[in-house]
């Protein structure tokens, strides 16, 4: 039985025990089981592990600082609710329009002609005239226009109480009646100011 259980042994010895022949020439292993390498080896293999632990540990990094970066911040932010395309675009053109311009040219028009800074491509009336003789603001009413009666003494006592100019304003749809202390106008069609050499009117946007 003993000499049985000594040939199992020799038998696993052999083997699992015996030198790994890739390795022969190259590593020095001594006799007996187990995998011992020389001490150079050790080290060698000792400081590839540990570069190898560094790089994963330096690329595990790197993603989470890159995770980081592009992560949208959890703020709690309300849906904007936009508008209709006319609606905002009218607002936008709007809001471009009102940037430190102002008319050129100046247009006059009749209640159907739209106001804003009136350009060569835009042919918006000016809805901020004002006169350099009298130094007054221009008002504009839509849809009236001024009476035959009215004088220059009319405009110069009651400018700019709407309840006294009233009373020489006649109702006209498409007309818009213009006016300032000293003079006054009554527009139907789109009009270039320049074109009206009586009037002292200028665009008075900034």
Not at 77 to 86: A, D, E, H, V
Not at 133 to 139: G, I, K
Not at 143 to 170: A, G, I, Q
Not at 183 to 200: A, N, P, Y
Request: hydrophobic share 30%; glycine share 6%.
């Amino acid at each position: 039985m003993a000499e049985e259980l000594d040939d199992l042994l020799d038998e696993v010895e052999s083997k699992f025990c015996s030198p790994d022949p890739l390795r022969l020439g190259i590593v020095e292993r001594p006799t007996g089981c187990g995998t011992i390498f020389s001490s150079e080896q050790n080290r060698t293999e000792a400081k590839k592990n540990l570069r190898s632990t560094e790089t994963f540990k330096k690329e595990d990094d790197l993603d989470n600082i890159i995770n980081e970066i592009f992560e949208e911040p959890n703020f709690d932010k309300k849906p904007i609710k936009l508008n209709s395309k006319s609606s905002s675009n009218t607002s936008v053109r709007a809001s471009i329009q009102g940037l430190g311009k102002s008319c050129s040219p100046v247009y006059l028009g009749g209640s159907a002609a739209p106001c804003g800074i009136g350009t060569n491509t835009s042919q918006r009336t000016c809805d901020h005239l004002r006169c350099i003789a009298c130094d007054f603001l221009v008002v504009s009413y839509d849809d009236f226009m001024w009476d035959k009666s009215c004088d220059y003494l009319f405009f110069r006592n009651n400018m700019p109480e709407y309840h006294k100019l009233k009373t020489k304003l006649v109702k006209k749809k498409g007309t818009r009646a213009y006016a300032c202390q000293c003079s006054w106008r009554t527009i139907e069609e789109l009009t270039d100011l320049q074109t009206i050499h009586q009037l002292r009117w200028v665009c008075g946007k900034h």
